[in-house]
């Protein structure tokens, strides 16, 4: 046994059967908001190397729930230099007219400035890296110890 997961295939049909746990792991926003959920979605990112979608969707969430004004321009910024310029570190694939948006909003920053990128961000995450997610052994594990 490598780890705490024992590697067999898992039946299909169990997954069309799912019990209730299972059902909460099918559907990205409800993985999002559970800590263990989160930190295994982003290991499953990480392998393929798009990590920075879901570390870009958590800094938004942490941006949206701010309470020090004072503080907002200065993250805003951070967070525009580090997913949504062009070259930046952890650059996430925009579309251009979000990014110009995103980058108009940084200049008078609010909570909801990257509302928009968010979004997209999260559409993607669903629309592709979760069902690979879904289809992994990795998550194939987990379902077997819920």
């Known amino acids: 046994m490598k780890g705490k997961f024992v590697h067999h295939k898992l039946d299909k049909n169990k997954l069309n059967k799912a019990s209730p746990e299972e059902k909460r792991l099918q559907e990205l926003e409800k993985l999002l908001t559970n800590k263990h959920g989160l930190l295994v979605f982003r290991a499953f990112l990480c392998k393929e190397f798009s990590e920075e979608n879901i570390d870009f969707w958590m800094a938004c969430e942490d941006f949206k729930n701010m309470k020090e004004n004072s503080k907002l321009t200065f993250k805003a910024k951070k967070i525009y230099e580090e997913y949504v310029a062009i070259k930046a570190p952890k650059e996430i694939n925009l579309d ?9 909003n940084v200049t008078n920053p609010t909570l909801s400035c990257f509302e928009t990128a968010q979004k997209r961000i999260f559409n993607l995450m669903e629309k592709d890296s979760f069902p690979r997610f879904l289809k992994s052994e990795l998550c194939l594990d987990i379902l077997r110890y819920l």
């Not at 251009?96 to 108009?104: D, I, L, P, W």
């Open 96 to 104: 251009s007219q979000t990014r110009e948006a995103v980058t108009s």
